[in-house]
């Protein structure tokens, strides 16, 4: 038995009729189970229930066992103060809010068909890639759209939650967020927690005093992350910037054992990154400051800027391509660090700052960009799901990664279906 289960049930009503009985015996009506709650606190909210003559309006608490109450420490969570029902598989202890308050218990042990559990255990064990595959065309397209609006959001806001983890070490300031933000985008997927690290030991404070001098900028860039080493190379302009700044600043670099290589395309090599990330920052602070002021990205003029000659030969530092190698940035690139950077920054920036209209011009964003295509993505559209935006791209990725990786297919729209079939 799972909570997700108990949870359907209770949300899609698939119960036997009444009459239910509490376990102190009293007769029990549910007017209505109430909304799902996404957040942190009770499971359902502004739930209505009547026992006996009283109507009660409050939130509803679902566990497996009534001790698991005390298991996830909702007796001390003031959170749980207006649990007015706590309804479980089975009833074991009784429990208490933090006021001291024992809600009413609802057992839902013969309420249901067991056999509708097991069916659905059955259908998860045997499927080898999403659950719901075989009967993914047959479910309404208006339900397949109202999951992506669910989960394009969803990776949003816990795109915001994560921000706002990061604001709060980064001490408010918008500008570092910003920086590491893309920083991480760039590296990502496999050198993102590198790239992160550089933005930690070269502080947005440092290299915005050479904002205006590229090359001392990009010097500190790829010395920080440890790339240049001590060998003087004539075509190599920067390490001797870095040894000046790295005294005058007292600078310690990260060991260069940290990036990267294998099995990735050489365009994507960090040092190239690393020179991008260098050369575009002072461009994306401008961008964040109209963003701040409610423009949308397409009304933006955003100006990419080009690396340095040197790059026309090299992936690396100390490795000469054969081949001429391009100085502009590619769409796709551009299109990932909006996706992954700046259009999640001015969602949460909206929703920090109670700017409505930036969060609309955030998912606005979205609709205006291409779809992405990955392995997830891809996945959808073998199931012929058609993907129009990088709205619907994201929707897939936080879809595949909330319900479907996890087999919570009971919370998902399309579980429903699923179940009864």
């Given at each position: 038995?799972?909570?997700?289960?108990?949870?359907?049930?209770?949300?899609?009503?698939?119960?036997?009729?009444?009459?239910?009985?509490?376990?102190?015996?009293?007769?029990?009506?549910?007017?209505?189970?109430?909304?799902?709650?996404?957040?942190?606190?009770?499971?359902?909210?502004?739930?209505?229930?009547?026992?006996?003559?009283?109507?009660?309006?409050?939130?509803?608490?679902?566990?497996?066992?009534?001790?698991?109450?005390?298991?996830?420490?909702?007796?001390?969570?003031?959170?749980?103060?207006?649990?007015?029902?706590?309804?479980?598989?089975?009833?074991?202890?009784?429990?208490?809010?933090?006021?001291?308050?024992a809600p009413p218990c609802l057992s839902l042990e013969g309420l249901y068909d067991?056999?509708?559990?097991?069916?659905?255990?059955?259908?998860?064990?045997?499927?080898?890639?999403?659950?719901?595959?075989?009967?993914?065309?047959?479910?309404?397209?208006?339900?397949?759209?109202?999951?992506?609006?669910?989960?394009?959001?969803?990776?949003?806001?816990?795109?915001?939650?994560?921000?706002?983890?990061?604001?709060?070490?980064?001490?408010?300031?918008?500008?570092?967020?910003?920086?590491?933000?893309?920083?991480?985008?760039?590296?990502?997927?496999?050198?993102?927690?590198?790239?992160?690290?550089?933005?930690?030991?070269?502080?947005?404070?440092?290299?915005?005093?050479?904002?205006?001098?590229?090359?001392?900028?990009?010097?500190?860039?790829?010395?920080?992350?440890?790339?240049?080493?001590?060998?003087?190379?004539?075509?190599?302009?920067?390490?001797?910037?870095?040894?000046?700044?790295?005294?005058?600043?007292?600078?310690?670099?990260?060991?260069?054992?940290?990036?990267?290589?294998?099995?990735?395309?050489?365009?994507?090599?960090?040092?190239?990154?690393?020179?991008?990330?260098?050369q575009l920052l002072p461009e994306a602070i401008n961008w964040f400051k109209d963003?701040?002021?409610?423009?949308?990205?397409?009304?933006?003029?955003?100006?990419?800027?080009?690396?340095?000659?040197?790059?026309?030969?090299?992936?690396?530092?100390?490795?000469?391509?054969?081949?001429?190698?391009?100085?502009?940035?590619?769409?796709?690139?551009?299109?990932?660090?909006?996706?992954?950077?700046?259009?999640?920054?001015?969602?949460?920036?909206?929703?920090?700052?109670?700017?409505?209209?930036?969060?609309?011009?955030?998912?606005?964003?979205?609709?205006?960009?291409?779809?992405?295509?990955?392995?997830?993505?891809?996945?959808?559209?073998?199931?012929?799901?058609?993907?129009?935006?990088?709205?619907?791209?994201?929707?897939?990725?936080?879809?595949?990664?909330?319900?479907?990786?996890?087999?919570?297919?009971?919370?998902?729209?399309?579980?429903?279906?699923?179940?009864?079939?």
């Amino acid at each position: 038995m799972t909570e997700d289960f108990l949870h359907y049930l209770w949300r899609f009503r698939q119960l036997k009729p009444d009459p239910w009985f509490l376990q102190n015996g009293e007769p029990i009506e549910v007017l209505h189970p109430g909304y799902p709650n996404s957040n942190s606190g009770p499971d359902f909210e502004q739930a209505r229930i009547k026992i006996k003559d009283q109507i009660w309006v409050g939130s509803v608490e679902i566990h497996i066992t009534s001790s698991d109450w005390n298991r996830h420490h909702h007796q001390i969570d003031p959170a749980y103060n207006n649990v007015i029902l706590h309804v479980v598989q089975k009833a074991d202890q009784i429990i208490y809010t933090e006021k001291g308050w024992a809600p009413p218990c609802l057992s839902l042990e013969g309420l249901y068909d067991p056999q509708q559990y097991w069916r659905f255990e059955q259908k998860l064990q045997d499927a080898k890639g999403l659950v719901c595959a075989a009967s993914f065309q047959k479910v309404d397209e208006i339900k397949k759209h109202q999951m992506l609006e669910r989960t394009c959001v969803l990776r949003l806001e816990q795109r915001a939650e994560s921000l706002e983890l990061a604001l709060q070490e980064l001490g408010g300031n918008w500008d570092a967020l910003l920086y590491r933000s893309l920083a991480k985008a760039i590296g990502a997927p496999v050198n993102g927690p590198a790239m992160e690290s550089l933005s930690r030991v070269l502080p947005v404070e440092l290299w915005r005093k050479y904002q205006d001098k590229n090359l001392q900028r990009e010097a500190l860039f790829l010395g920080m992350a440890g790339l240049l080493g001590n060998s003087e190379n004539p075509k190599n302009p920067w390490l001797r910037e870095f040894n000046f700044l790295k005294h005058k600043h007292g600078l310690n670099e990260l060991e260069a054992s940290i990036w990267k290589y294998s099995r990735m395309r050489p365009a994507n090599f960090p040092d190239r990154r690393i020179a991008q990330l260098s050369q575009l920052l002072p461009e994306a602070i401008n961008w964040f400051k109209d963003l701040r002021q409610g423009k949308a990205i397409n009304g933006l003029e955003l100006k990419w800027p080009d690396l340095a000659p040197f790059w026309r030969r090299h992936y690396r530092l100390k490795q000469e391509s054969k081949l001429e190698l391009g100085l502009q940035w590619s769409e796709r690139l551009k299109q990932s660090l909006l996706i992954n950077a700046i259009i999640p920054l001015q969602f949460y920036y909206g929703r920090k700052t109670a700017r409505l209209d930036l969060q609309e011009a955030a998912i606005n964003s979205l609709l205006n960009l291409p779809a992405e295509a990955n392995k997830i993505t891809r996945i959808y559209e073998q199931l012929d799901l058609k993907l129009g935006s990088a709205f619907d791209s994201q929707a897939c990725i936080a879809w595949y990664k909330n319900y479907c990786q996890p087999k919570k297919c009971l919370t998902c729209t399309l579980g429903n279906e699923l179940l009864n079939q």
